[in-house]
């Protein structure tokens, strides 16, 4: 298994190109269940979860081809996909292929729309709470779908074709608005999704289904409205830049100093992580470019974070926050909302050195002067980069062990910081 090897203490100075969203790409990919023609997606990033994706797609019938690098361009510019559903030779998504990624479910939304059934197992994940599925069965069951969960699996039934209806999520999510958006588009009549999640990667994916022929309105926002139509077509999709990727680099600036462009970094997406940092004592400004990140000189200041769904801070850059706060002056509290159990970065911080105690779903981190390299783990996805973050600031040598929860949702992680000055390396094994 790899590892990576960081050497502490070097500021971070220079571009770092921002990839598309590993969480839009996921959903949209899966968009490609519901026509016979192509899609075609601009700007995925290179990442293990997209290729899990391609198997479990490719297992529905999905063809798929990359277009490879061009000549000139940069190793770091995102891939073009073409996906191709002409047929669904299987509307079965097995266990072994769904439980390795949450994301993965939401085939059960297209596949049920296009085919009036689907059996999918119930999904895997990052290990950061229980994360149940009623509020998917719920939507589709107001779709009109019969729904049986039995040895593992969700059996979804329609034989008359989904019809569309009034949907109010008593929670909000992510998964069940994308899966419940793409299902009602090919449902007779008109669905009203209300309580809908308003992260950018819903709206990202609207923008997709309506290139595709969908009639949604109000994606984005927390009522979307969705006017069935007969067939979806073909389309081509820029997938939007990676809000978390750009928000976990500029807490790496923040915390190691220096003055980093993220290059096609969008400032509206992270507006709250942004007005945190600048509480924190970090320049943020967004440029025409993306956005610059400096810190010269200036300490950081301890601020309390509360997870929030968007616009709110999310809960994917809390580690992160987390590991910034770890060399912070004071004391901060840190509260996670959305998932129960997303603190596995807490122990493994405490090897650095930091001062961190747990209170149900409060962290509350006591800033240190130092932290020093220690051999860690990662857990998670998001806990294992915050480890990085603080492995750039340790004194002495770090390696961080488990690295395939990184290479799920950072492209070319080493490469990125290297290039601004970072001493990283993967150790293969
Ligand atoms: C691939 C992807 O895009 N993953 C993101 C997505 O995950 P995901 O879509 O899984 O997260 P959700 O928004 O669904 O989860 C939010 C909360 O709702 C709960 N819940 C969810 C569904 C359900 O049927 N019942 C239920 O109780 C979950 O357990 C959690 O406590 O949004 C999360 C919240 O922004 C992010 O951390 C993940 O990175
Ligand atoms: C939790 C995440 O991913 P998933 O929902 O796929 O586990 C994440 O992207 O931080």
Redesign the pocket.
């Known amino acids: 298994m790899d590892k990576i090897r960081i050497v502490g203490g070097n500021e971070l100075n220079g571009v770092i190109p921002i990839s598309g969203a ?2 839009a790409a ?2 949209l990919m899966i968009a490609s269940l519901l026509t016979d023609e192509t899609l075609t997606l601009e700007n995925v990033p290179r990442l293990a ?1 997209v290729a899990l994706l391609t198997r479990i797609l490719t297992n529905h019938g999905v063809d798929y081809s990359l277009n490879g690098k061009r000549a000139g361009e940069d190793i770091l510019t995102g891939q073009t996909m073409n996906l191709t559903a002409r047929a669904i030779i299987d509307t079965t998504a097995p266990y072994d292929l769904v439980a390795k990624m ?2 993965s479910f939401w085939v059960i939304g297209p596949l049920l729309a296009r085919m009036h059934t689907a059996r999918v197992s119930l999904p895997g ?2 290990a ?11 939507g589709l069951e107001r779709l009109g779908a019969k729904i049986d969960v039995a040895q593992g699996y969700v059996q979804a039934d329609a034989p008359g074709g989904l019809v569309g209806n009034r949907i109010v999520f008593p ?6 608005t ?1 899966t419940v958006m793409m299902a009602a588009s090919l449902a007779r009549g008109e669905t009203v999704i209300e309580n809908a ?1 308003r ?1 950018p ?1 819903v709206a990202d994916l609207a923008r997709c289904l309506n290139a595709m022929g969908a009639r949604i309105s109000g994606a984005g926002t927390s009522t979307i409205v969705i006017e069935g139509v007969d067939r979806l077509r073909g389309a081509r999709h820029r997938v939007v830049s990676d809000r ?1 990727e750009a928000g976990t680099y500029a807490m790496a600036v923040a915390m190691t100093g220096g003055d980093v462009l993220l290059d096609g970094a969008e400032a509206d997406l992270i507006e709250e992580p942004i007005r945190i940092l600048r509480a924190v004592g970090v320049s943020v400004e967004a440029t025409n470019r993306g956005i610059r990140v400096k810190r010269n000189g200036a300490g950081l200041t301890a601020v309390d974070v509360e997870t929030q ?2 616009p709110g801070f ?3 850059l809390q580690a992160q926050f987390m590991a910034l706060m770890t060399r912070a002056k004071g004391r901060s509290v840190i509260t996670e909302t ?3 159990n997303r603190f596995m970065h807490v122990q493994e911080l405490a090897r650095f050195g930091a001062r961190i105690q747990l209170d149900g779903q409060k962290a509350i981190v006591e800033g240190v002067e130092r932290l020093t390299g220690a051999p860690v783990m990662a857990t998670d996805l998001r806990a294992s980069v915050s480890l990085v973050i603080a492995g750039l600031v340790a004194e002495g040598e770090t390696t961080v062990s488990r690295v395939y929860h990184l290479d799920r949702g950072f492209e070319k992680l080493e490469e990125k910081i290297s290039r601004c000055g970072a001493v990283v390396e993967r150790i293969s094994g």
């Open positions: 590993k969480n996921l959903p979860d949450r994301a994940g990052c950061i709470g229980t994360r149940p599925v009623d509020l998917f069965l719920m929670k909000v999510s992510v998964g069940a994308h999640a992260e990667e978390i769904p968007f999310p809960t994917d959305i998932f129960e």
